[in-house]
């Protein structure tokens, strides 16, 4: 069993009432959570639709709010190729050859900048539509953000309503979709505020929230979603 880093124990209490009778928003308690992220790494496959052409990369993402690390798994001939992401810059680099790539956005076709982007739209992003959807077989709440700094992109993500994971994520820019995103893995870590009991009980304003969820388990919401 591999212990994967997710977030408060009793997920399924944001998406319905708790408390006093009080309801919750759930848009509002997902971005908590993930505004709470301290460090996370994801692989996700990265479609990305050109004007005259498709191309489809795999990616991994060593992710900090401050900095992120990009890696291309595939193709092959690009295997290797990381991109670091910081301050709305990106750094391309290859056996110890760095190259200042310099702005990027989603306008900029820049897919090694999608996951670190799509991450602070689940933090922080403006939430300008929101519904409940099934995903293959596992219920989701979609949530579509814009950023500030990114005028004309819209981030939409599908998230399991069961563990906020993201299953599926679309980037858009004036309306029309430049990147689809497949998620195949997501560990992360995250600090508690001080409020929300801790697995034992305790509460711990440094503590990690941690939930034991078998490879099975990961791969069937995702083999779900892919359905």
């Not at 990616?59 to 092959?76: E, I, R």
């Amino acid at each position: 069993m591999r212990k994967a880093l997710l977030f408060a124990p009793m997920l399924m209490l944001l998406l319905t009432a708790c408390g006093g009778g009080e309801e919750k928003d759930p848009a509002a308690e997902l971005q908590a959570q993930y505004a709470a992220v301290e460090s996370a790494v994801m692989e996700a496959d990265i479609t990305c639709h050109y004007e005259d052409e498709v191309r489809t990369y795999t990616l991994l993402c060593d992710y900090t709010p401050a900095k992120s690390t990009v890696t291309v798994l595939s193709p092959t001939n690009l295997a290797g190729i990381s991109a670091t992401v910081a301050d709305g810059t990106l750094s391309l680099s290859y056996e110890d050859i760095s190259l200042d790539a310099g702005g990027y956005s989603a306008a900029a076709i820049s897919p090694v900048a999608a996951l670190p982007k799509l991450m602070t739209a689940a933090a922080s992003g403006y939430v300008t539509e929101r519904s409940e959807e099934t995903l293959g077989e596992r219920p989701c709440l979609r949530l579509a953000c814009d950023l500030p700094d990114d005028e004309g992109t819209l981030y939409t993500t599908w998230y399991d309503q069961q563990t906020l994971l993201p299953l599926r994520s679309e980037i858009s820019s004036d309306g029309t979709m430049v990147f689809e995103i497949a998620w195949t893995r997501f560990e992360l870590t995250a600090k508690d505020s001080g409020t929300a009991a801790q697995p034992d009980g305790q509460t711990d304003g440094q503590a990690e929230t941690e939930m034991d969820w078998t490879e099975a388990d990961e791969a069937a919401a995702y083999a779900a979603a892919e359905e």
